[in-house]
């Protein structure tokens, strides 16, 4: 994004490291613009500071792209039989060293092969709609129509 608390200072470190070239800051897009956006990307940097994901983090892994993002490991434990794929970065030298991970294309597709498979295995469209329409019964007091640890 061009905007946003860390803007300059992201702008700062990019131009720093001499990677302007390779750096794209976007305004808001649409749904179809964003997803358009992060299939043309050979890498997405997202998040460093909640320690979790929302839905541009599982979106870029349905898309098959290597994701740098900052992940509390111990709390996707807690939800997931297995972490996501992600190259997880929190200081500016692990981003920093992430990014130059991602020089390596036969890493970078490997990475990207793995976050589809997972997206897929964790928030196929039909899947979470089941998982929806099960807590939705728990917490309007109707018992569950299937066991969602299948």
């Known amino acids: 994004m061009k905007t946003g608390k860390d803007a300059d200072a992201t702008k700062g470190l990019v131009n720093e490291l001499g990677i302007e070239s390779h750096v794209v800051y976007l305004d808001r897009l ?3 613009q964003r997803i358009r956006t992060i299939q043309s990307a050979d890498v ?3 998040h460093f ?26 709390n ?18 692990e981003i920093c060293g992430r990014l ?3 020089t390596d294309e036969k890493q970078r597709v ?10 897929v295995r964790y928030h196929d469209w ?12 728990l917490v309007h007091g109707r018992p569950p129509v299937y066991d969602v640890q299948k």
């Open 30 to 32: 649409s749904e179809q």
């Open 49 to 74: 500071c909640a320690g979790s994901f929302g839905g541009t983090f599982v979106e870029v892994m349905a898309c098959g792209k290597p994701l740098i993002h900052f992940l509390q490991e111990d």
């Open 44 to 46: 997405v940097a997202d």
């Open 110 to 119: 490997e990475l990207g092969r793995k976050s589809r498979e997972w997206a």
């Open 100 to 102: 130059l991970q991602c």
């Open 76 to 93: 996707i434990n807690l939800v997931y039989p297995e972490p996501p794929p992600i190259l997880n970065a929190y200081t500016p030298e």
């Open 126 to 137: 039909e899947l979470v709609t089941e998982q929806l329409i099960h807590n939705l019964r």
